[in-house]
């Protein structure tokens, strides 16, 4: 990272750091490295930047953080001069503000698009990673920033006679850039997480006969979507310098709300009642944060659960299609919540029809039809919204070789391992963007990418300072983090539910719950102390000599986990 590195370092294709996707942490990344003078090269398998909201263009799509939160917030005048449209902005929208960002901060210039990255191998004499991508070319760096997103990887399911299917078929998680016109047409979508969610109700308006075959009832929460006003831009606008303070250091989640200061049971029947009803009403994710016990109580979230199953059977006219909508497998919340605009009530729509697949599986799909128990249900199109191999898909398509020649994937076998979500031991030099053990998909995004984000920076602009040129976790510390992040996961309801958090949409794929729990502003607090202690837990080196940073992570640390 010397100063002339810039212009040696791209006549010889050498960087200080390649970041491996264009999304909202690549895109950031790249802004922070380029402001401390670094060299460096994105690589993009996309045409364009904004990862998850290039790819999720399917009918519906919008984000379930409302839009005044989703947003950077390294910028003052970015955020005061952007004018988001609704309370929860549509993916079009988000795509349009990821493209402004890029243009306002000049990205582009080092941003390969179309172009995967296949592999990267770091060579232990030289302390460079080689990087090889799809246009078949090479490139080394000294660092490697994994922006590879968590829910990037589509997941096909693996349903007998798929590729039979005459008709079109489409996977939420990588629609057509050109607009898709159900009109006339009758489609099938099968799954129902946010994606299906979201989508049913749009399809049903164009399609002649929608039929959703659902595997698992879900939890859904109204939206209450709007457009907004003037007024409500510039509340935001003029708080935000405490709204960002709050998400950042307060919330567990990273989105700006009330705190609970009580737990459901400590609520009357009435009272408890009421307070559900008023968050129902309001809409939104926040309808989780009324008590501060329904992640942690069973009897605590069967409040919350019952409440929800009464309104399905309040909206769905017909009993058994209503008793079929009602999740019953698992406590609200442990699988990611919904958040939709007439879900619920799409299914009175006379060309709607829901399909239980939980008794009797899809036995096949045939040319022109879903057949379940026996029955043809015909259709013209397809539409898959099954989901993501999450987490660590994105990152397991990569060939990558650290120390010895170990595979992330060999070292990942059994479950993701990493120190604080950001480094794994003997893959020195390589971080990861919200990665698995780190709050990443359990909070808002944007604001998870933007610790992540300024954390690496510094710790580049430390080692920059010192003449240090390598910096790997070291095990202890990682052991330690996994144990933390396993115990405090286990303290909570999540770990009942087979939900993509644990794995368990994949086929095969170890059941280890990934992200980090312990909340958002425990977690920047923890990542802190480590950088203020010298990187506490990780291995330094320059030159070949290494340094431990001062001890490794105390199992105190369990006692940040907020109540929640
Ligand atoms: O995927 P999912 P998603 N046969 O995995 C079913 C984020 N997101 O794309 O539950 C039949 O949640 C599967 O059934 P089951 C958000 O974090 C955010 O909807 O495994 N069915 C399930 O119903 C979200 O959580 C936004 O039994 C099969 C569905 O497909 C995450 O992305 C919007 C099947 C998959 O649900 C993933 O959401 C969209 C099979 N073989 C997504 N395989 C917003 O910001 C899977 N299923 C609003």
């Known amino acids: 990272m010397s100063a002339t590195s810039s212009v040696t370092a791209k006549s010889s294709a050498t960087y200080d750091v390649v970041v491996v996707g264009a999304g909202f942490a690549g895109m950031y990344m790249l802004h922070r490295l380029r402001g401390q003078g670094m060299t460096a090269r994105v690589f993009e398998q996309g045409s364009g930047v904004g990862g998850t909201w290039y790819w999720n263009r399917y009918p519906g799509a919008r984000c379930d953080v409302e839009s005044m939160q989703y947003s950077y917030s390294f910028s003052e005048e970015l955020q005061q001069e952007w004018d988001w449209s609704e309370r929860y902005a549509p993916q079009p929208e988000i795509l349009k503000y990821a493209n402004h960002v890029a243009d306002r901060f000049d990205l582009r210039k080092d941003i390969q698009f179309d172009t995967r990255v296949e592999s990267a191998v770091f060579d232990e004499v030289t302390n460079l990673w080689s990087v090889t991508t799809s246009d078949g070319k090479t490139v080394t760096a000294k660092f490697v920033v994994l922006a590879t997103g968590c829910l990037s990887n589509a997941r096909m399911p693996d349903i007998k006679g798929l590729d039979q299917f005459k008709g079109k078929v489409y996977h939420t998680g990588h629609w057509p850039h050109e607009a898709v016109d159900f009109t006339g047409q009758r489609v099938a979508v099968i799954g129902t997480g946010s994606s299906g969610i979201q989508s049913v109700p749009v399809i049903a308006e164009q399609a002649s006969h929608l039929t959703v075959f659902q595997r698992t009832a879900n939890f859904s929460i109204p939206a209450r979507n709007a457009p907004l006003t003037d007024a409500e831009r510039k509340k935001f606008r003029d708080n935000y310098p405490e709204i960002r303070r709050f998400a950042r250091e307060v919330a567990r989640n990273g989105i700006y709300t009330e705190m609970p200061d009580r737990g459901a049971l400590d609520d009357g029947d009435n009272e408890r009642r009421a ?290």
Not at 278 to 306: E, H, I, P
Not at 415 to 433: C, D, E, H, K, Q
Not at 463 to 488: C, F, I, P, Q, Y
């Open 275 to 564: 307070k559900y009803e008023a968050r129902w009403q309001r809409g939104g994710l926040t309808f989780m944060s009324v008590y501060n016990n329904l992640g942690l109580d069973k009897a605590a979230n069967d409040t919350a659960a019952d409440f929800v199953r009464e309104k399905i059977a309040e909206i769905v006219k017909d009993p058994r299609t209503a008793r079929a909508l009602q999740p019953n497998d698992h406590p609200i919340g442990s699988k990611r919540i919904c958040i939709d605009t007439d879900y619920f009530a799409t299914f009175n729509r006379p060309n709607v029809t829901l399909v239980d697949i939980k008794s009797n599986p899809i036995e096949e799909i045939t040319e022109n039809a879903v057949r379940v128990a026996g029955k043809d249900y015909e259709v013209d199109a397809l539409v898959l919204a099954t989901g993501f191999d999450a987490m660590t898909g994105s990152v397991a398509k990569i060939d990558m070789k650290g120390r010895g020649g170990q595979t992330l994937n060999q070292k990942w076998a059994a479950g993701p391992r990493t120190y604080l979500g950001l480094m794994s031991a003997g893959f020195p030099n390589l971080f990861v963007i919200t990665g698995p053990g780190s709050p990443s998909v359990l909070s808002n995004m944007i604001v998870s990418i933007e610790q992540h984000v300024d954390w690496i920076a510094d710790c580049l602009a430390y080692m920059r300072e010192r003449g240090l040129d390598t910096m790997e976790a070291s095990a202890d510390a990682e052991d330690k983090w996994v144990d933390h992040v396993n115990e405090v996961a286990a303290a909570t309801l999540y770990p009942q539910a087979n939900s993509w958090y644990m794995g368990a949409n994949v086929p095969g794929k170890p059941r280890i719950f990934m992200p980090y729990i312990g909340g958002v502003g425990p977690y920047r607090k923890i990542c802190d102390e480590v950088a203020a202690k010298g990187y506490e837990g990780f291995v330094m080196g320059a030159g070949g000599s290494a340094t431990q940073g001062r001890g490794v992570i105390s199992r105190g640390i369990v006692t940040l986990l907020p109540s929640w």
